[in-house]
């Protein structure tokens, strides 16, 4: 008699769908070679670095003009180039792919089910799935570049309409007098 009361849950246990299961760092690893992620990554890094360093050396180049100016301007490109070339060889190490890899690992253990890895997995491995992965690097550089210029035009615009504002309530700081409680820094 116990022994039939114990079927259906021994039954509904055997039952449990392995698709909630997380997934496995075997499976974690083959998926980010089969969809070549460590290309994204790099593409993203670069996009950055050249972001960063725009915004840093766009003041210091002179606007491209004929004669000496054009040659001052290469000049300068030079110098920003091997100063790139230097970032990238202290910040872009191996440590750094390691932190990058075992974060995007955490990410996808705490995204995907094991079932929905192997279905990633399966599809890119497919001939189809493998044409998009050949693509996937062109469309991450071109959309990321497009996507910081961007989000670059839009913050420039928020700042420039935002930071008259703020100066002002800095400007009214340097007065002893003055106090600018909390509700009064808001906009209206």
């Known amino acids: 008699m116990k022994l039939v009361s114990i079927l259906p849950i021994a039954a509904l246990a055997v039952a449990v769908p392995t698709w909630a ?3 496995s760092d075997e499976s974690i690893n083959q ?3 089969v969809t070549q992620f460590e290309k994204a990554l790099d593409i993203q890094n670069d996009i950055a670095l050249q972001q960063m360093s725009e915004s840093v050396w766009k003041d210091a180049l002179p606007s491209p003009k004929q004669g000496k100016n054009l040659k001052k301007r290469n000049q300068i ?3 920003i180039n091997e100063f790139e070339d ?4 202290r910040v872009f190490t191996p440590q750094l ?5 075992a974060a995007v690992k955490r990410a996808l253990k705490q995204t995907y089910t094991q079932e929905e890895i192997d279905a990633q997995i399966q599809f890119a491995s497919s001939s189809i799935g493998q ?3 050949a693509k996937s690097p062109e469309f991450w550089e071109q959309s990321g570049r497009d996507l910081a210029d961007l989000n670059a035009r839009y913050y420039a615009a928020a700042l420039a309409a935002e ?3 703020v100066m002002a309530k800095f ?3 340097q007065n002893p007098n003055n106090v600018i409680s909390p509700k009064s820094t808001k906009n209206k």
């Open 97 to 101: 792919r390691q932190a990058e890899l």
């Open 77 to 79: 490109i030079d110098i």
């Open 131 to 133: 044409k998009i992965v």
């Open 163 to 165: 930071l008259p504002n």
């Open 171 to 173: 400007q009214a700081l």
């Open 86 to 89: 230097k970032v990238k060889q």
């Open 21 to 23: 299961q997380p997934p």
């Open 31 to 33: 998926y980010l070679q």
